[in-house]
């Protein structure tokens, strides 16, 4: 991965930075330019909630060669209080136990490794609460 | 704007074509469609590809295919859609026709998928998701469809038994198609105990990766009859929307937006309603695609796929069969040659000459051609002439 693409998403990975449409009030991840509803261009920055529920999971058995090491994983579609839903990993759970609803909550890890002698990728992942 | 035919149309049989470059697979098929359309000269081309450019290293396909096939220098431009690729081609090449600036225009897709090794496929794939959203956290494809499969399941209670169904189908009719990849006949238990891929979604859910390409010759309505040998199909609508790129950004994940808009549009555009398809080719990159593109197309209520698909009603002697080529899952699924793949089977039988899959009477097809988890929709609506 080139490192400036790893690094100008680092606002968003490491600290759940989304902003808001001042006109219509709803919330994006990553920070939009546009509103896709009202189409204001009007924003200001907001930080996400780092708790949430579980709408959709799976476990992941076939991996991107990268997460080879971490597989069989959760991946879940979580909706934060607050309303916005992102996709992340359902780390530190049995993966049998996983249910629609469950309440998740967010912990900074690592991600991802870019082969031997690449960057180390961090970010967010999903804990049960 | 002039109505549009196709005229003459084109494939091989799809797989693992290790001995073939690319070039040589798309331009076997466009000499098939040539060939069948019985023109000696065409005025512009569109080639569906979605990722020439990581699975073989090559970009620009508009000269190289256009050379190729001994054309230059006619325009020729490749399209890019994910998965929508083929059916994105078909739609250039509808518009070029009908706005009167081509008369005779060639509308293909070629995908050569297996140069890579099945984590460098999975990896050009997984291109067509949001690689800092998605992608970046693990999921694949699989992964993606699985998550819409286990809210589909949960909201309407779609059983695991039902998305077998559908590759059990798709699977007997490509049994029927000698251009399938995997003609194999499958059984509901067959499909339940192979390989988990991504919960809920086991190997016999998923279709595979492929080498193919498809063409077809497009002209004016009008010239069609005088230029062709066989009957002529005519295109008489073309829908084409999207959606958000990443799943999660979605209200509901069990419904497919794009496919909604796209439909709707075509519907307008034909004045028809669901209940006058007589068939429909349809984007089943995995069993929960077909049973959620179903009931977003009007073929049967939303959160009925399940239940359609178990009950026969797309089966090949139901009331509206569905992928009777086989569908992506049997017949292959070269991406960017996909959705042309779709138009080449409805035109088929449309002229009659489906042979042990022939649906009776079908007059009016539908295709249904999808990228991504759905971020891009094409649909098309075929009547025979």
Redesign the interface.
């Known amino acids: 991965m080139f490192p400036a693409r790893y690094w100008r998403?680092i606002p968003q990975r490491y600290r759940l930075e989304a902003n808001k449409c001042k006109k219509c009030g709803r919330t994006y991840?990553?920070p939009r330019l546009v509103c896709a509803d009202c189409k204001s261009r009007d924003f200001e920055p907001l930080k996400l909630k780092d708790e949430g529920k579980l709408?959709?999971?799976?476990?992941?058995?076939?991996?991107?060669?990268q997460?080879i090491e971490?597989s069989p994983?959760a991946?879940?579609?979580v909706e934060l209080d607050g309303g916005t839903?992102?996709?992340?990993?359902i780390a530190d759970c049995n993966l049998d136990k996983l249910q629609?609803g469950m309440r998740l909550k967010i912990e900074f890890r690592k991600?991802?490794q870019d082969g031997e002698a690449g960057i180390l990728?961090y970010?967010y992942?999903c804990v049960p609460v | 704007m002039r109505d549009v035919a196709i005229i003459g149309v084109g494939m091989n049989k799809w797989g693992e074509l290790w001995q073939k470059p690319l070039r040589d697979i798309f331009v076997e098929s466009a000499l098939l469609a040539i060939e069948d359309s019985g023109v000696d000269h065409i005025d512009s081309m569109y080639v569906g590809c979605m990722s020439s450019g990581i699975f073989v290293g090559q970009e620009h396909l508009g000269s190289l295919l256009a050379d190729y096939l001994g054309v230059n220098p006619i325009p020729c431009t490749r399209i890019e859609s994910a998965c929508a690729s083929g059916g994105a081609a078909v739609r250039m090449g509808f518009m070029d026709v009908a706005s009167g600036m081509s008369d005779i225009v060639l509308v293909g897709g070629v995908e050569k998928m297996t140069d890579v090794s099945g984590g460098g496929a999975t990896y050009a794939l997984s291109t067509a998701a949001d690689q800092e959203y998605e992608v970046y956290h693990g999921v694949t494809f699989p992964g993606l469809y699985a998550l819409m499969a286990r809210s589909h399941m949960h909201q309407y209670g779609t059983s695991r038994e039902q998305l077998a169904q559908v590759a059990v189908k798709n699977h007997e009719n490509g049994s029927k198609n000698p251009l399938a990849q995997y003609p194999q006949k499958v059984t509901v238990e067959k499909v339940m105990n192979s390989i988990l891929i991504a919960d809920p979604l086991r190997i016999l859910d998923c279709s595979p990766i492929t080498d193919g390409a498809a063409c077809a010759i497009l002209c004016p309505a009008e010239m069609a009859k005088k230029l062709s040998k066989k009957p002529p199909v005519k295109i008489i609508a073309s829908g084409h929307a999207t959606d958000t790129i990443a799943l999660h950004s979605r209200k509901d994940f069990t419904t497919l937006n794009a496919t909604v808009k796209a439909a709707e549009k075509a519907y307008k555009m034909a004045n028809l309603k669901p209940e006058d398809i007589n068939l429909a080719e349809v984007h089943d990159c995995f069993t929960i695609a077909e049973i959620i593109v179903i009931e977003d197309l009007g073929f049967v209520k939303k959160g009925e796929g399940g239940k359609a698909t178990e009950s026969g009603m797309t089966a090949l002697d139901g009331k509206i069969p569905v992928n009777t080529s086989g569908g992506l899952k049997s017949k292959g699924h070269p991406v960017g040659a996909t959705g042309v793949g779709q138009l080449i089977e409805i035109v088929h039988q449309l002229r009659g000459e489906a042979g042990q899959r022939q649906v009776k009477d079908a007059k009016i097809g539908l295709t249904q051609n999808m990228g991504g988890s759905g971020g891009s929709t094409v649909v098309h609506i075929m009547q025979a002439m």
């Open positions: 998403e991840f990553p709408l959709t999971y799976t476990v992941i058995r076939v991996p991107p060669s997460f971490q994983y991946i879940g579609i839903r992102i996709l992340t990993q629609i991600i991802q990728c970010g992942k």
